[in-house]
């Protein structure tokens, strides 16, 4: 097995690593009981808040029965396909098993998807991408949630016409003519 340092670098090696993704996937290695021999820091995060997956006493676990009796499939699954994936909770947190090399026993690769996290690192891409204000990046994060723009602008404190305001200049940026054109390049950026 390769060690651990190897397989989840320290943030001094992320820091160097200047080709690092902004949203750097969620790893979680464990044994043949779902023990947990390692995890990086974005599975850390989404462990940490409320999910479908949790650990307990230091294994892998879903606190809702369906989940866990479709951990516990895709884990079987994995183990002797070599890899299987289901989606846990009502938000579909993605969750990946890959059954190490032959040198690694029964150890598997846990790879995490949490649709709110990429959403957000989407959004920060775009941001970035078609130099997005803080304004116009807040109402582009909310009218991706399938909220209407008046609900949006009174989420935001603004008025309707500040929201129409921005959108207007989200279009212009990105050079979108319609709310749904804007939506679907969101999600397919």
């Avoid at 969620?26 to 462990?47: S, Y």
């Avoid at 230091?58 to 369906?66: D, S, T």
């Avoid at 649709?115 to 991706?144: C, M, N, W, Y």
């Amino acid at each position: 097995m390769a060690s651990a340092q190897r397989l989840f670098p320290t943030a001094q090696q992320s820091a160097a690593d200047s080709a690092a993704p902004a949203n750097p996937p969620a790893l979680i290695w464990i044994d043949r009981q779902w023990t947990v021999i390692d995890r990086n820091a974005a599975a850390n995060e989404i462990l940490d808040k409320a999910n479908p997956l949790e650990l307990a006493f230091g294994r892998l676990h879903a606190p809702c029965r369906r989940d866990l009796l479709s951990l516990e499939t895709a884990m079987r699954q994995a183990q002797a396909a070599g890899y299987a994936t289901v989606a846990l909770g009502e938000a579909g947190l993605g969750v990946e098993v890959v059954r190490a090399g032959p040198n690694a026993g029964a150890q598997c690769l846990v790879l995490l998807r949490d649709p709110s996290r990429e959403r957000a690192a989407q959004i920060v891409d775009l941001t970035r991408h078609f130099g997005l204000t803080k304004a116009e990046r807040g109402l582009l994060d909310i009218l991706v949630q399938g909220t209407s723009l008046p609900d949006a602008a009174q989420m935001l404190g603004v008025a309707r016409s500040t929201a129409r305001t921005h959108l207007q200049r989200l279009f212009d940026k990105t050079g979108k003519r319609r709310q749904v054109d804007l939506l679907r390049m969101v999600a397919a950026f």
